[in-house]
């Protein structure tokens, strides 16, 4: 059973960074396709960005580009969503998705 455990989530002000982590199991951590989602209050879950494993292709959403970053430690099983120049409209909860697997959400909030 696939599961995954973000954390890294908090409050930060405007312009300032977080590095949001994912922690998966129930899986072989070889070929694999992860994705970071968020969801802001009365919207719809977006895709924010996406990582193949096998290729190491990333792709990103258009609002995010150039301010955040997908990674992956294949020896911890984990993967990351580095977020810097954050803004306000990027507060939601991000989760971390495999297939129709999802974790529990970490609130990111940006105000000052």
């Known amino acids: 059973q696939v599961q995954l455990v973000e954390s890294g989530g908090g409050l930060v002000q405007p312009g300032g960074s977080l590095r949001l982590s994912c922690a998966a199991s129930?899986?072989?951590?070889?070929?694999?396709?992860m994705s970071w989602y968020r969801q802001a209050p009365g919207k719809e879950r977006e895709l924010v960005a996406s990582l193949y494993s096998g290729n190491g292709i990333t792709r990103y959403a258009d609002s995010v580009k150039g301010r955040f970053t997908i990674s992956r430690d294949n020896a911890k099983n984990t993967i990351y969503l580095q977020m810097s120049s954050l803004k306000p409209e990027d507060t939601a909860v991000y989760y971390c998705?495999?297939?129709?697997?999802w974790g529990q959400g970490t609130q990111v909030t940006v105000s000052s």
């Open positions: 129930g899986f072989t951590f070889g070929n694999y396709y």
């Open positions: 998705n495999k297939g129709s697997a």
